[in-house]
């Protein structure tokens, strides 16, 4: 056969080249180390060893993997035609809504400024931003020994308490766990729903599923009826200023996305305040409703089915995951 040219494409002339070994058996593996935050520990693609998983931009290959976590993977469209070393890329993927805002795929960004978030195929995760909280005053340090009743404060209490501050907000409050069909079911707060008035959606993640995984689950909610002046509608006792609940005087058929119900309800609805504060439900269940679209068929949607409402000055914007959240 003729010798190739130097000018002529390797892989055109049949020239095969011989990747490096990058994986070694008996796994021989050093401590495991301590990553960034936000950075995933990760067995490398060997199966042998814990890593750092490499992130968007960094170069990857067979055994440094790039984070699975955050929709990476390892491209080595530029390494051609040895196909040996890439680079770190986003899969394309759906990206995030927020209040309004869309995010890309992979995007990382901070509606909130208890919180850093990002943008994974369609979810959003968060880890909380701690800031150091300034003492009113310095607290000297007590020497020799203790009076009754009165605390030491040194820095090391002072970090730990620090450190912990983020267990005591309201998105990490866990609710007990149960133990069902040798599954742990967990799931997050309901969402605020996202119309004040009208059929609205709430979403949460739960893994109370036959296969106990975590998914993204919504439900319909329906805090009150959109009528003009809510307040001609609803009667507020005389001496008081809220009525937490009220119905309307008769069923009702609901109707979503053009669809109405097959039968009728008579829902219970958050009520009203004359002065500035805001009822929101307390109390809910959840029910399965069927709709019945013009000659398309069925579909069911779980909803809330609110059994009581209780009125706060602390009122939360629909939609927002993040109103209820308050520095301490």
Known sequence: SL???PQENPSETGEVHQRKEVCHWPCRCPPAPTCIPGVSLVKDGCGCCKVCAKQSGESCNEADICDPHKGLYCDYSEDEPRYETGVCAYLIAVGCELN??????GQSFQPNPLYKCLCVSGAIGCT??????LAA?????????KSPGRSVCGSRQHKQLQSTNYRRMSAYRSSALVLKKKCLVQATPWTPCSRTCGIGISSRVTNENSK???????????LQPCLANILKTIKIPEGKTCQPTFQLPAAEKLVFSGCSTTRSYKLTFCGACSDKRCCIPSKSTLITVRFECPNEGF???KMMWITSCVCQHTCSVPGDIFSELKVL
Request: aromatic share 14%; net charge positive.
């Open 3 to 5: 010798a190739a040219k």
């Open 100 to 105: 309004g805002v869309y995010y890309l795929n």
């Open 128 to 133: 909380p931003v701690l800031t150091p909280r």
């Open 137 to 145: 005053r310095p607290r000297t340090r007590v020497t020799g020994r």
């Open 212 to 222: 106990c995984k975590m998914k993204r689950e919504k439900r319909l909610c329906f």
């Open 299 to 301: 579909f069911q949607w």
